[in-house]
């Protein structure tokens, strides 16, 4: 397709089973689904994996995110949460002030289990209600708690990430700017990962380079999940343009033909690769060609694209148009009620499209729903973004 060629998958390597691996339940607990269960203490990696499996069909839950939605400022758990522990855990602006809260329960087991019985019951009914609605067959639910919770009872296959205690402290300090004491101390007020690894029906061991995890996860998926469940939906199907997920086994060709179709240039297979571990890429395909790749990733109920290659040789405004169509159909498929866009180096280009179809641009502490402006903080979206609600009533929101 036009000097874009797909890569042969990567070579199987070798995975952790318990006695009670790949054995299929008779029935699964929600009807129409394959649900993986996917688990793991602080900082194994537990995000990458689910990134991983989402890049390979699955609809992916992080139940920890729901968990913070749950004590949102209007949410039921919002006021249970202040009643149990008091003013001094709110903000200026009178919502939960997660690192205070955190410095109360993870120095004190029965703080933290009292949390625990006001915030799983809520994170279950948010599931509940994105299991209805998720279309596609295989779902993958991440949580650590997932055990303790006994959500895992419910899931077809448990999965657990592990991985070396050096590694996990090292991680804590590097990318949440813990302190060495704060992060060990968050580690010993979590449950064994041996009692998880014990219980788990297959282990990602995730010390290493991210093209080990991927292969493992890989060949994990091929060898585990029935294959009647694979047959996920499209992501678009287009006469004209269409959208087709992409995996970390096709980084080299699309780094290849970025740099081959547009002005950006440089990029090295190897860097781009990495890229996979919180993001995906969709390959757009306009009049059977393929026309530019996109970079995004669907958390907290948004799609946030941050990346957008376009073949230098094509006129925007032919595609634009149709392909903010699609993409808000993939967004939908997703469950997501809203699209950001934050290309770097600014959208100008695109301006005139972006508004056409309803987009505004806003800073980032603008967006009128506080989940909205938070999922922004947390995806690292910059200064200012092109918005545009989707209307979708999808999880806790004030």
């Not at 060990?184 to 995890?213: C, H, W």
């Not at 499209?234 to 060709?253: F, H, K």
Request: aromatic residues 8%.
């Amino acid at each position: 397709m036009d000097g874009y060629n797909r890569s042969a998958p990567a070579k199987p390597t070798s995975l952790t089973f318990s006695a009670a691996t790949a054995t299929i339940r008779e029935m699964s607990y929600w009807n129409g689904k394959y649900v993986i269960g996917l688990t793991g203490n602080i900082a194994t990696g537990k995000s990458v994996v689910r990134r991983m499996l989402e890049h390979l069909g699955a609809f992916g839950i992080d139940a920890d995110s729901l968990a913070h939605q749950t004590i949102d400022t209007g949410t039921p758990g919002y006021a249970r949460v202040v009643q149990a522990f008091g003013q001094e855990i709110l903000d200026a602006n009178g919502q939960v002030n997660r690192g205070r809260l955190g410095k109360v329960v993870f120095s004190d087991t029965q703080a933290l289990q009292s949390l625990e019985a006001i915030v799983h019951p809520l994170v279950m009914e948010l599931i509940e209600q994105i299991m209805r609605q998720a279309r596609h067959p295989v779902v993958v639910i991440e949580a650590i708690k997932i055990i303790e919770s006994g959500l895992h009872k419910k899931c077809d296959s448990l999965w657990v990430v592990d991985s070396q205690r050096e590694i996990q402290i090292r991680r804590l300090v590097k990318k949440r700017a813990f302190s060495h004491e704060a992060a060990l101390q968050r580690m010993l007020a979590q449950p064994s990962q041996e009692m998880k690894i014990a219980q788990a029906d297959l282990v990602i061991v995730n010390n290493g380079a991210f093209e080990e995890t991927w292969r493992q996860v890989k060949n994990a998926w091929d060898t585990t999940v029935p294959e009647q469940w694979k047959e996920h939906i499209a992501i678009s199907d287009d006469p004209g343009i269409s959208l087709r997920q992409t995996t970390p086994e096709q980084a080299e060709a699309i780094a290849h033909w970025i740099n081959l179709h547009t002005s950006t240039g440089g990029l090295s297979p190897e860097g781009f690769l990495g890229r996979f571990a919180d993001r995906a890429y969709l390959e757009i395909v306009w009049n059977g060609q393929t026309s530019g790749f996109l970079g995004w990733k669907t958390d907290h109920f948004i799609a946030s694209v941050s990346e957008l290659y376009l073949d230098q040789n094509l006129k925007p405004e032919n595609l634009v148009d149709d392909l903010l169509a699609q993409l808000e159909e993939s967004a939908c498929q997703n469950l997501c009620e809203l699209v950001v866009f934050s290309l770097p180096g600014g959208s100008g280009r695109f301006a005139d499209a972006f508004e056409k179809q309803g987009y505004r641009l806003f800073p980032i502490d603008v967006p009128e729903i506080r989940a909205w402006r938070e999922a922004a903080t947390a995806q690292k979206i910059p200064d200012s973004a092109w918005w545009k609600p989707l209307l979708k009533e999808v999880g806790a929101r004030d």
